[in-house]
């Protein structure tokens, strides 16, 4: 595989972009957190926005500005991570399907329910005929996005790839999480999130994109090094597995800089990162980021994009830090998520 | 404009998901796909269930479809002669 680089990234969340340079994050008293709105008619037509569900647009969007920030018109290849897909839509037409007492129904919201909507309507925008897929592997759907990257590259020809993560909230599904204990039966701010000592967390909303090239530019965030999934690991092994996933890179635990974890409140499960930010990166800068995104199964990929502004930019943002210990020149950052207590996925970036 | 019309151009902009559109944007002659209003090929099977649903006429044919919706004169002129509702 030739050597992967961030060349260009975009990313929609519940707080605005500028939150990474200290301004006051958005503070949510709601344990379901919508992401901003921004001027998608500035990129997208209003023909073709009218009929896009939030997962669509917010992905089109971010692909549109992450190609442009690489400078790349169309793609290779379009790898799309989502753990529910356009579920909006899906339980538009369901719900219409009740209503109308399975007669007659609208086709729009049938058609625009799958998965692969979003890599679809990026496709026809650019008009990219590449290869194109989407991976809906629960909490580890992006990685599994950036396991497919690394294959792409295996082939010399290709160049450019756009990968990213998306995943929207709507409004049953989140019934169905908060029924099942996923969504915290409290309110609690979301700023609060790591003091709560209780079941569940909050749910989100998020999409982040990359344009990911085997050329490094001068405008280059980062190198995408490897990315790993284990479906299941036992709490007392995953410092175990972390060493084992960063000696195949030839890389130490101690040669990392930065942590940044997918911390999510929820009690049952945060002890998997209790076990290594008290254990192998106790001494390491440790950051955190559901206490202002919240969780999705797509979340990760907004943990890459802060992964890649922090190894440009060289300055570890105030907002998500989850010690005090700091960093002046971040070398090499390790992401580590997992959902439930399955579905552990761990990506190493390092700097240029 | 007749209420048909009227009432033709509301179920549109609203099954279409038209933003932005008042009845008073879409002329009754108007084109509604291609160069005119712009609308695709997804529209016009919400024009084709919208038609069943609101006036109880199915299209059988297919081919008529181009004919019938190529306006919202042309629309309510089938209409007219047509609805079972």
């Known amino acids: ?352 | 404009m007749s209420d048909l019309h009227t009432e033709l151009k509301k179920s549109i902009i609203e099954q279409l998901n038209l933003e932005d559109m008042e009845v008073s944007d879409i002329e009754n002659d108007e084109h509604l796909f291609g160069d005119g209003l712009g609308l695709d090929s997804i529209d016009a099977l919400e024009l084709i269930v919208l038609l069943e649903k609101d006036y109880g006429i199915k299209l059988t044919d297919p081919n008529q479809g181009k004919e019938i919706f190529n306006s919202v004169n042309t629309i309510a002129d089938f209409i007219e002669k047509n609805r079972a509702k």
């Open chain 1, 1 to 352: 595989m030739s050597r992967v680089y961030i060349n260009g990234i975009s990313s929609i969340s519940p707080q605005p972009e500028r939150v990474f340079e200290g301004l006051e994050p958005h503070v949510s008293k709601e344990n379901i957190l919508h992401a901003v709105d921004l001027n998608y008619k500035s990129v997208i037509k209003p023909i073709m926005l009218r009929r896009m569900s939030k997962a669509v647009k917010m992905s089109l969007y971010c692909s549109k500005m992450a190609l442009k920030d690489a400078n790349v018109q169309i793609p290779d290849a379009i790898l799309v991570g989502t753990g529910q897909g356009c579920m909006q839509d899906t339980e538009k037409f369901m719900g219409n399907m009740l209503d109308s007492e399975e007669g007659l129904l609208s086709p729009t919201s049938f058609i625009q329910s799958t998965h692969n909507t979003v890599g679809g309507q990026i496709a026809l925008d650019l008009n990219c005929t590449g290869h194109n897929l989407t991976f809906t592997q629960n909490s580890v759907s992006f990685e599994s996005a950036l396991i497919d990257t690394q294959l792409q590259f295996e082939d010399p020809d290709v160049e450019n790839i756009l990968v990213g993560g998306v995943d929207e909230t709507s409004e049953k599904f989140t019934g169905f999480q908060t029924l099942d204990g996923q969504i915290k039966k409290e309110k609690i701010r979301n700023i609060n999130l790591y003091n709560s000592n209780t079941p569940g967390t909050i749910i989100s909303e998020s999409a982040a994109f990359f344009t990911l090239g085997s050329e490094k530019k001068s405008t280059s965030y980062a190198e995408f090094i490897d990315v790993g999934i284990f479906n299941s690991i036992d709490v007392s092994d995953i410092s175990s597995k972390i060493q084992k996933f960063l000696k195949r890179n030839g890389v130490s635990f101690e040669d990392i800089d930065v942590v940044i974890l997918g911390r999510n409140g929820d009690h049952r499960f945060d002890k998997y990162y209790d076990e290594i930010q008290n254990g192998i990166f106790s001494g390491k800068s440790q950051l955190g980021f559901k206490h202002m995104v919240g969780e999705n199964n797509a979340v990760s990929s907004y943990a890459f994009w802060m992964g890649a502004k922090i190894l440009k930019e060289k300055k570890i943002p105030e907002n998500f830090k989850l010690n005090t210990l700091n960093c002046d020149v971040p070398q090499k950052i390790l992401i580590y998520n997992q959902y439930l207590g399955r579905n552990h996925g761990f990506i190493l970036l390092q700097s240029l």
